[in-house]
């Protein structure tokens, strides 16, 4: 895939957290607390979220109810919560590299613990929803089996005791702040995988930053390698966006000299929060012209410092002049590397262009190939 880096150091057991680690909780929280809120008169402002994060539901709910005056006790609030979270459980979705990571681990018989500041019974109700996870968890501890939830370090002491594993050999796999807090504090090696957006530079105490499950290299930690890289390419679960060619920066085809076809973000916030910033590759239909070749970036492109997440797929094509409000369907089928940030312009230039050369080679394999006669490409509904 890449040149080997030098090992950091070698673990025998990882220890996983579950909300905005494995599991995408954030979007499922949000829902539920602006509709609770609604009934107070209150308008839940999503960058709250931020507050929360890595909390356990009583530390959330005390959030809560404190900023924003709420006429009700921190346990009634919890009391009013749970069965509403209870009825969306079933509707989260695991976060993309979590099903491909567990059962790496669990297929490598590497020990696996869950270790989540969620009370126990929201953690099994969760995880019922997901195949094959509890059977994967040697140990699966809760906040509400410890005396302190993270970022006191005795959740993770706790797994590493049961797993019967030295806390120095284990290595912990965290989204949050008081996640990577507890994990150093329990003398563990952390990798972080921050699950708000432009949050990296916090996260100085862990060993590593990774955009996304997707970017764990196991044998950094001696682990067993990956072995599903294809390519430089990474064979993802298909998946489907399309809409009318809007406008983007106008920087392309100016700065880049290279015309990308921008998609219209709306209506896709849940698709794109579930998405990892990254640069990916597949297939593009336009409704008048025919399936190209085509790899994108999803993501803020640091260079460029963008506030919002866009979507930006360059189709591997020479075209007469542009498709603005054309339908444009994209069908997704590999993922190639995280978003990075650039030096200079022309670095950024030449690795969008070795992207492309990687694309165009990938998608003339059959696993990739045979997906340009996606139905949804030629403008049939799914």
């Known amino acids: 895939m890449s040149i080997a880096k030098p090992l950091k150091k070698a673990v025998a057991a990882v220890i996983l957290d579950l909300d905005g680690t494995l599991i995408n909780t954030d979007g499922i929280l949000g829902d539920v607390l602006k509709a609770l809120l609604l009934k107070y008169g209150k308008q839940w402002d999503g960058r709250e979220a931020q507050k929360i994060v890595g909390k356990t539901p009583l530390e959330e709910a005390a959030i809560v109810v404190g900023d924003y005056e709420l006429p009700c006790s921190i346990d009634e609030f919890v009391t009013q919560i749970t069965p509403l979270l209870y009825d969306q459980f079933c509707n989260i979705k695991a976060l993309p590299g979590a099903n491909r990571l567990i059962k790496h681990l669990s297929g490598h018989n590497v020990p696996l613990a869950l270790a989540s500041n969620s009370p126990r019974a929201y953690i099994e109700s969760k995880i019922s929803y997901q195949q094959g996870w509890k059977e994967s968890f040697s140990v699966i501890i809760a906040g509400d089996e410890v005396r302190a939830g993270k970022p006191s370090p005795e959740i993770f002491l706790e797994a590493a005791k049961r797993l019967n594993i030295e806390p120095s050999r284990c290595l912990v796999i965290e989204d949050s702040l008081p996640g990577v807090t507890g994990g150093k504090a329990a003398g563990m090696e952390v990798v972080a995988v921050p699950s708000i957006p432009k949050q990296t530079h916090l996260y100085i105490a862990a060993d590593e930053v990774i955009n996304s499950l997707l970017d764990l290299q196991p044998e950094l930690w001696g682990l067993p390698p990956f072995d599903d890289w294809i390519d430089c390419t990474l064979p993802l679960e298909i998946w489907h966006i399309g809409g009318p060619v809007v406008k983007g920066f106008g920087r392309g085809s100016k700065v880049l000299g290279i015309p990308t076809a921008n998609l219209s973000t709306k209506g896709y916030s849940a698709l794109l929060s579930e998405h990892p910033s990254g640069v990916y590759f597949g297939w593009a239909g336009l409704s008048t012209r025919g399936v190209y070749k ?44 995280p978003e990075a940030n650039f030096t200079s312009l022309e670095s950024l230039i030449a690795k969008i262009h070795e992207d492309r050369r990687i694309a165009e080679r990938a998608l003339d394999i059959p696993l990739y190939l045979k997906y340009k006669d996606d139905p949804y490409l030629k403008g049939s509904s799914l």
Request: cysteine-free; overall charge negative; glycine content about 10%.
């Open 294 to 337: 085509m790899v994108m970036s999803i993501g803020w492109n640091p260079y460029f410092n963008n506030t919002e997440k866009t979507i930006e797929p360059w189709l591997l094509h020479e075209f007469d002049g542009d498709f603005y409000g054309e339908e444009l369907r994209l069908v997704i089928v590999g993922y190639i590397r």
